[in-house]
């Protein structure tokens, strides 16, 4: 089973306690722990995620509106024509 997860690209870890577990005897547990481990990762992953996406998001839109109104307001102001 452990050579299946690897060929899956499952991490090293996870794999590595799923080879202790067959050699052990004790594969249920060891897939059980294994699975609330993932579980818990992926709920912290989503939470430290999640707020700098927002961030940046937010900074982007700022960084492409600082940019891109003077692109857009320059061309139509005829310089040459009000100093004159």
Same mark, same amino acid.
């Given at each position: 089973?452990?050579?299946? !997860?690897?060929?899956?690209?499952?991490?090293?870890?996870?794999?590595?306690?799923?080879?202790?577990?067959?050699?052990?005897?004790? !594969?249920?547990?060891?897939?059980?722990?294994?699975?609330?481990?993932?579980?818990?990762?992926?709920?912290?992953?989503?939470?430290?995620?999640?707020?700098?996406?927002?961030?940046?998001?937010?900074?982007?839109?700022?960084?492409?509106?600082?940019?891109?109104?003077?692109?857009?307001?320059?061309?139509? !102001?005829?310089?040459?024509?009000?100093?004159?």
């Amino acid at each position: 089973m452990s050579d299946i !997860l690897s060929a899956m690209g499952i991490s090293k870890a996870s794999v590595a306690l799923v080879r202790a577990g067959e050699s052990s005897g004790k !594969l249920k547990e060891t897939l059980d722990s294994t699975l609330q481990y993932a579980v818990a990762e992926k709920e912290i992953k989503e939470q430290v995620s999640s707020p700098f996406t927002q961030e940046l998001t937010v900074i982007l839109l700022a960084f492409g509106m600082v940019m891109g109104l003077p692109n857009m307001i320059a061309p139509t !102001l005829n310089i040459n024509e009000s100093m004159a």
